[in-house]
């Protein structure tokens, strides 16, 4: 068998700060080693239960942030920016399921630590289909696409309960509680691993059950429609200039001066062309 891994970083128990998680933060390297010591968590559990095989998406910043020598199950390192696929790079139709490692909630599910939506400058709010999607349910648009299951996402609960309509068959290691953005009660490293890699060995037992609610692709109805809630209306002004992205959000919002909207019955290409909105308004934003 084989396992896609993306890893983010926010939803790392005892991380509640940007500061640690980002290189040029002084306490950086902790939690860096805290990050790779859950997706080792994970990739050990999958292990366990039979997997063979492993390619790791590093996701997270400038996507740069685990030791490839110190990744467990001899996996795979995919690392670097500019990737076309983003934070769902390399998968493709010959992996057996997906991991979502690390992963935080959206601004709109707060109580959420460290909360945002790709890029927080710029968009407040995404939908898929119309309920509140945070990176966990966009990304699962190149699952879809590539006909592989979502089955273990790995965060706080606010995480866990974004990914549930899109992907009800997924397990959920919630490995903390959000008190605020910036505030989480955590459980110790090791139990939070431990937990990983009991959810991680279970969620690909489920797959080889016939039947199993694990083995379904993820519930997006195609086509498909994001709609873009952004800080403000140039920004939603210059997402218009990309093709397929229109003005307005569904129904009585068409008329919103903040939203887009983007459909395709194509999940892949919907997902690459809001990467490109996410690129082209994360430069003026910032």
Same mark, same amino acid.
């Given at each position: 068998?084989?396992?896609?891994?993306?890893?983010?970083?926010?939803?790392?128990?005892?991380?509640?700060?940007?500061?640690?998680?980002?290189?040029?933060?002084?306490?950086?390297?902790?939690?860096?080693?805290?990050?790779?010591?859950?997706?080792?968590?994970?990739?050990?559990?999958?292990?366990?239960?039979?997997?063979?095989?492993?390619?790791?998406?590093?996701?997270?910043?400038?996507?740069?942030?685990?030791?490839?020598?110190?990744?467990?199950?001899?996996?795979?390192?995919?690392?670097?920016?500019?990737?076309?696929?983003?934070?769902?790079?390399?998968?493709?139709?010959?992996?057996?399921?997906?991991?979502?490692?690390?992963?935080?909630?959206?601004?709109?599910?707060?109580?959420?630590?460290?909360?945002?939506?790709?890029?927080?400058?710029?968009?407040?709010?995404?939908?898929?289909? &119309?309920? +509140?999607?945070? /990176?966990?349910?966009?990304?699962? %648009? =190149?699952? !879809?696409?590539?006909?592989? @299951?979502?089955? $273990?996402?790995?965060?706080?609960?606010?995480?866990?309960?974004?990914?549930?309509?899109?992907?009800?068959?997924?397990?959920?290691?919630?490995?903390?509680?959000?008190?605020?953005?910036?505030?989480?009660?955590?459980?110790?490293?090791?139990?939070?691993?431990?937990?990983?890699?009991?959810?991680?060995?279970?969620?690909?037992?489920?797959?080889?059950?016939?039947?199993?609610?694990?083995?379904?692709?993820?519930?997006?109805?195609?086509?498909?429609?994001?709609?873009?809630?952004?800080?403000?209306?140039?920004?939603?002004?210059?997402?218009?200039?990309?093709?397929?992205?229109?003005? &307005?959000? +569904?129904?009585? /919002?068409?008329?919103?001066?903040? %939203? =887009?909207? !983007?459909?395709?019955?194509? @999940?892949?290409? $919907?997902?690459?062309?809001?990467?490109?909105?996410?690129?082209?308004?994360?430069?003026?934003?910032?």
């Amino acid at each position: 068998m084989k396992i896609y891994l993306s890893s983010d970083m926010e939803g790392t128990a005892g991380v509640v700060e940007w500061e640690q998680c980002r290189p040029t933060g002084p306490d950086y390297p902790y939690y860096r080693d805290l990050l790779q010591r859950e997706v080792n968590a994970a990739i050990e559990g999958a292990l366990a239960a039979g997997v063979s095989e492993f390619l790791v998406n590093d996701s997270h910043g400038r996507m740069a942030n685990l030791r490839p020598d110190e990744l467990a199950g001899s996996a795979r390192y995919l690392s670097g920016r500019h990737k076309p696929l983003y934070m769902m790079q390399g998968l493709d139709p010959s992996f057996d399921a997906v991991f979502f490692v690390s992963y935080h909630g959206s601004m709109a599910g707060c109580p959420a630590t460290l909360s945002h939506t790709y890029n927080p400058q710029a968009i407040a709010e995404v939908r898929l289909g &119309g309920v +509140v999607a945070g /990176e966990s349910a966009i990304n699962a %648009l =190149v699952a !879809l696409g590539h006909g592989v @299951p979502v089955v $273990l996402i790995t965060g706080d609960r606010t995480t866990a309960r974004e990914l549930q309509p899109f992907c009800p068959g997924a397990r959920a290691a919630v490995v903390k509680e959000s008190i605020s953005r910036f505030a989480a009660d955590s459980l110790h490293p090791r139990q939070a691993r431990d937990l990983i890699r009991e959810q991680a060995r279970l969620a690909v037992q489920a797959l080889a059950e016939p039947g199993s609610p694990a083995r379904r692709l993820p519930a997006i109805e195609l086509p498909a429609t994001l709609t873009v809630r952004f800080r403000n209306p140039d920004l939603a002004e210059m997402a218009t200039w990309i093709a397929g992205v229109e003005r &307005g959000g +569904v129904g009585a /919002e068409r008329d919103d001066p903040l %939203l =887009v909207r !983007l459909t395709d019955d194509d @999940p892949i290409r $919907l997902y690459r062309r809001f990467v490109t909105v996410v690129m082209l308004t994360r430069g003026i934003a910032e």
